[in-house]
């Protein structure tokens, strides 16, 4: 099992600047893939930013060049630095974990983004 926290979110203007954390405990050892989802009511929840054991790091389209996913040498904190926020990021961003069999999430972390 996998228990993931996040914090960080809040109310921030256009153009402004916040950063996500994720605080994950249990079975580490065996999680391959991290990363950050966001959700609108009544959309599908969509991957935002995600980085592997491995180091790769892959983002959506319409948060490159402004979100930085990062994660600390021990794996227990994953980040999102969020920069130039728009708008349109408005949402509640889940942090996610994925082993072989299975996907853990946080319980979700609300960010606005007034115009």
Do not use: H
Request: proline share 2%; aromatic share 10%; with cysteine.
């Amino acid at each position: 099992q996998v228990q993931l926290v996040e914090s960080g979110g809040g109310l921030v203007q256009a153009g402004g600047s916040l950063r996500l954390s994720c605080a994950a405990s249990g079975s580490l050892f065996s999680i391959n893939t991290m990363g950050w989802y966001r959700q609108i009511p009544g959309n599908q929840r969509e991957e935002v930013a995600g980085i592997t054991n491995g180091g790769r790091i892959q983002y959506a389209d319409s948060v490159k060049g402004r979100f930085t996913i990062s994660r600390d040498n021990a794996k227990t904190m994953v980040y999102l630095q969020m920069n130039s926020l728009r708008p349109e990021d408005t949402a509640v961003y889940y942090c996610n974990a994925r082993q072989l069999y299975s996907t853990y999430w946080g319980q979700g972390t609300q960010v606005t983004v007034s115009s």
